[in-house]
């Protein structure tokens, strides 16, 4: 089935490590974007990317960091510097961008100890 | 800045028509109004979008006003598992990705 698979669906980390996120999609899809969800809050954009070897920031993209060597995949790695890493991560993508419908992960609940 | 304003939170009780209303005043006239939904911890599933006419679906419909500052909702008959935090979003231009989602509704719908 196509999809959006995000994985692992439940990390814990040490403060001070540095921790990769995967997003994996065979939707074909040109666009990718990361999200952060804080508890009832909405979602905020971390990264998105256009094309392969394309990507920008978005309003929250501080202490994060992104790659986008295949059109597949788009991996989010939460660095050290990130003060509050703790939160939902969700991954989505489209085929046309922010005018087209968003297709979402299952998300990855990063936890720090 | 949010583009979009939802009320916090609303109920509903099951088996009758559940309506969400969301208010977009500084749309623009290429802009497109989405409605998203969130079930607990799961991503956002899309739901319905459109730009100036009425649009219906098999999982809701949407009603825009004429002069497209607003817009509303309807799940034309609300059952459990329709409870979940609802999102209304206007899509920036072709050229602009940022798409943010704000906290949405969370709709309660109660037996």
């Known amino acids: 089935d196509g999809g959006i698979t995000q994985s692992p669906k439940y990390l814990f980390r040490k403060e001070g490590q540095n921790v990769t996120l995967s997003c994996e999609q065979n939707l074909n899809h040109d666009a990718m974007y990361w999200y952060r969800q804080d508890p009832g809050q909405g979602l905020r954009l971390i990264y998105y990317s256009q094309i392969v070897n394309d990507f920008q920031k978005g309003d929250i993209a501080e202490g994060y960091s992104v790659s986008r060597e295949k059109k597949e995949s788009f991996p989010l790695t939460v660095t050290s510097a990130q003060k509050n890493p703790t939160a939902f991560y969700l991954c989505a993508s489209s085929i046309q961008g922010p005018t087209g419908e968003l297709f979402f992960g299952e998300g990855s609940r990063l936890t720090v100890l | 800045d949010a583009k979009t304003t939802q009320p916090t939170s609303m109920d509903c009780a099951e088996g009758r028509a559940a309506n969400l209303p969301c208010n977009h005043s500084t749309i623009s006239g290429n802009e497109y109004v989405y409605w998203y939904r969130q079930i607990h911890s799961q991503g956002p599933q899309y739901i319905i979008h459109?730009?100036?006419n009425n649009e219906t679906n098999e999982m809701a419909s949407l009603i825009i006003t004429e002069d497209r500052k607003s817009s509303t909702l309807i799940l034309p008959h609300a059952t459990l598992r329709d409870t979940a935090v609802y999102y209304c979003?206007?899509?920036?231009?072709?050229?602009?990705?940022?798409?943010?989602f704000g906290a949405g509704t969370t709709v309660t719908v109660r037996a």
């Open positions: 459109g730009l100036k």
């Open positions: 979003i206007v899509s920036p231009s072709s050229n602009d990705y940022k798409l943010s």
